[in-house]
């Protein structure tokens, strides 16, 4: 079976995580500020806090922004679930704003028309998490102008995103959001195992997460509550100054992921050609390819295609057609409102209609930087064999 994703681990990776293995550090050693400045450089941003996994980054991105009972949290229904999830984990409501059907990311009209109506209504978002989908950054100039009209902070949820790029300038520098999260799942653009990272310009917010990640506990003098320390206090002192949580990133995902930044650009390049293979050879079948937009690097985590009127199948048809021919393909995403936990909340199908049909035509096919010419031109006939008329 060819998957729809794959991370490779080289020789380098190895040596680079053995040598952590017979280091004194497994864990808060130098390879996780290592990595943190390192990825801080490559996108231009200013701080950066590696955690175990985006979730976790997403959930202390939140926090930092403040976000609790009474608040509310925007984000688009074709993600994964965790871009939602984190309003939840701090007791805020979520709500979504429908896609643009071409680029599939969060419409920045829709929000527009929404936030119009939630300001009459006195119910305004505290955040929006804007989703990369797909590696596709956001139009986040609009984004951020309705950010400083309505006053609300924006997220990146760029966990497909790391290696893009808008007019030359990577995701993750921050230019208008006020924190950038990634993920190093495996199947994701680079890997640490499981691992993530919050990358912001304010070093406030930067100060908040990397407490919270490790137990609200500090070291920092200047961070810590003046009138409950004594005469006594050694060096060994420190205070938990709120409750945080053991999100931290190990030295060996730290020392992994930075070997795997090594080849951040080499990945980018063969997703990109990858990419430009499938639109040139799927042109003619009855497939609406993923969206180029001018000035747009999409990192290409996933390749996107949906079914258009004229395919004569449908896309059930087509997905178990295309899993008997070996070809691993999958559907991203289910919209988030349509899941139980979010049903059981209040929300229900015809809500967010571009999204819907989106989902319902939605295909993802093999792509990763190992995907042979070879392999990918069999996905290729197997669309073909299903599709061409
Ligand atoms: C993978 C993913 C996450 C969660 O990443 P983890 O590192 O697995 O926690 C969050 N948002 C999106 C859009 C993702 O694809």
Known sequence: MIPYGRQEITEADLAAVQAVLQSDWLTQGPAVPAFEAAVARRVGA??????????????????????????????????????????????????????????????????????????????????????????????????????????????????????????????????????????????????????????????????????????????????????????????????????????????LQAALGLSQLDRLDDYIARREQLAAAYDQALATLPLVLPARLPGYQSAWHLYLVALSDAAGCDRLNLFNALREAGIGVNVHYIPVHLQPYYRRLGFAPGQYPQAENYYSRALTLPLYPTLGSDDQMQVVSALNAELAT
Not at 73 to 86: D, E, H
Not at 130 to 144: E, I, N
Request: charged residues 20%.
């Open 46 to 251: 200013a701080h950066a806090v590696a955690v175990n996994s985006a979730t976790s980054a997403l959930h202390l991105a939140c926090l930092a922004l403040d976000l609790g009972p009474g608040d509310r949290l925007w984000t688009s229904p074709i993600t994964f679930v965790a871009s939602a999830n984190c309003a939840r984990y701090c007791g805020a409501e979520v709500d979504f704003v429908d896609i643009d059907p071409h680029t599939r990311n969060l419409c920045p009209q829709a929000l527009a028309e929404k936030l119009r109506i939630a300001e009459g209504q006195g119910r305004l978002p505290k955040i929006v998490v804007a989703v990369h989908f797909g590696g596709l950054a956001c139009d986040m100039p609009a984004l951020k102008a309705l950010a400083g009209r309505y006053g609300f902070r924006l997220i990146e949820d760029a966990s497909h995103a790391i290696g893009a790029s808008v007019a030359g300038v990577p995701v993750g520098a921050g230019q208008a959001s006020d924190i950038t999260v990634f993920s190093f799942h495996p199947v994701k653009i680079i890997t640490t195992g499981e691992g993530g990272m919050a990358l912001t310009n304010q070093p406030e917010l930067a100060r908040r997460m990397a407490c919270l990640r490790s137990h609200g506990i500090t070291r920092e003098a200047v961070e810590m509550e003046a009138a409950f320390r004594s005469e006594g206090d050694g060096p060994w002192y420190y205070q938990q100054i709120e409750l945080g949580f053991n999100y931290r990133m190990t030295d």
